[in-house]
């Protein structure tokens, strides 16, 4: 549902706008309004939580194939296959923001980990965020001001970002239809190979969340299993940090009216470190919350079941949205505009997936995932 709440930028309008908000589709009150609490509340913590949570499950899955004798590498082997396969038709098909194909190449060698322990899980963890949040960062934040890209003739600043008429152009075109969208895609090689190539540009990120998944599993972090008061201390602290961190950030970037050179740094890299102790502090906060199970939980429990068919089920709705040959409104919506859109879908999420779990084991997306990577038919529907 986090995730969706920043996605649908990236499929409202030119890419570029989901990461430079005043490249496309910007400038009212909603607009900044939207930007900032997405910013402070939601962008890189929920996917810093999805991807925790993947490297949970992973473990899960693994153990429960050991303990039935199937052997853990034999089903898990499948299981990130199949998962690529469904992440490069979701990027090559639907929308260049895929993740599924990032985690089914991440989650192969993620195999190597399982078997140690929550505390060396945790400092493999710690070591690989800082290989990732250290170096990488200041060699980007020097290369910044000496970048060689575009910028507005008028002024010449530095501007990464600036999006000409022939752009836009263009990419209204390709979100045409389907197969306009799967033409431009492979038709700009940088494109093609992006699944590939964010192995090197966010791998290692990917890489560390899982692992502090796997850790966060195995010390019973997120299986409830810690006090109310570890779990509140946890939240209360992070979230405050976090809370603070990004709202400086925000009011910075804000007062700069988006500069670039204020932007790209606070935005890329400054804040960046934050995500995972984010996405701990708010997953303490809803093992808080939800400790003790009721109506609410158990709708929220069932979108986290049916994960897969969720994430996946968003994208067909943007597509349905924005594509030419459905509603046709990419490229005509403001950024506050294109967020009115999630409430709807977080409402659908929250209807459909008890509703359908009820009445079947998995969502459909979840089904026909175990299934290929069985290479059987799963039984589907419920007995009794």
């Not at 690529?84 to 090559?92: E, I, P, V």
């Amino acid at each position: 549902m986090g995730i969706f709440s920043v996605n649908v930028v990236g499929m409202a309008m030119i890419e570029k706008a989901y990461f430079y908000p005043p490249a496309y589709g910007f400038g009212g009150l909603g607009d900044r309004i939207m930007w900032a609490a997405n910013f402070i509340l939601v962008d890189g913590k929920f996917r810093a939580m999805f991807s925790v949570l993947f490297g949970a499950s992973m473990v899960l899955v693994i153990e429960r194939a050991e303990a039935s004798r199937r052997g853990g590498w034999n089903v898990h082997w499948p299981r990130m296959v199949v998962l690529l396969l469904f992440g490069l038709a979701h990027f090559y098909l639907l929308w260049w923001g895929d993740i599924l194909a990032n985690y089914a190449l991440i989650g192969l060698f993620a195999f190597v980990f399982w078997r140690f322990d929550a505390i060396v899980l945790l400092f493999i963890a710690v070591l690989v965020f800082a290989g990732y949040y250290g170096p990488t960062a200041y060699e980007r934040l020097a290369a910044m001001p000496k970048a060689e890209v575009a910028a507005p003739a008028e002024t010449g600043a530095w501007d990464p970002y600036h999006v000409t008429p022939e752009e836009i152009a263009q990419d209204a075109a390709a979100h045409a239809s389907i197969p306009a969208h799967v033409r431009a895609t492979l038709g700009d090689p940088n494109t093609a190979l992006r699944p590939i190539g964010s192995l090197f540009s966010y791998g290692f990120e990917t890489l560390a969340f899982m692992l502090l998944g796997m850790a966060g599993y195995k010390s019973g972090f997120l299986t409830g299993a810690w006090s109310r008061r570890a779990y509140a201390g946890i939240a209360l602290v992070l979230i405050s940090a976090s809370l603070g961190l990004f709202g400086f950030a925000a009011w910075t970037i804000l007062r700069a009216d988006f500069d670039p050179l204020v932007y790209a740094p606070w935005d890329q890299i400054y804040v960046a470190p934050m995500h995972p102790l984010s996405a701990i502090g708010y997953m303490a906060l809803i093992m808080l919350i939800f400790r003790r199970r009721g109506a609410l939980a158990d709708r929220f429990a069932a979108v986290g079941r049916a994960a897969f068919s969720n994430y996946l089920g968003a994208t067909l709705v943007g597509t349905l949205l924005f594509f030419g040959t459905f509603g046709g409104l990419y490229g005509t919506l403001s950024r506050g505009q294109a967020w009115l859109i999630v409430p709807p879908v977080w409402a659908l999420m929250l209807l459909w997936s008890k509703w359908w779990l009820d009445r079947f084991r998995y969502g459909p997306f979840e089904w026909a995932w175990r299934s290929l990577a069985r290479w059987e038919w799963q039984p589907m529907r419920k007995i009794g």
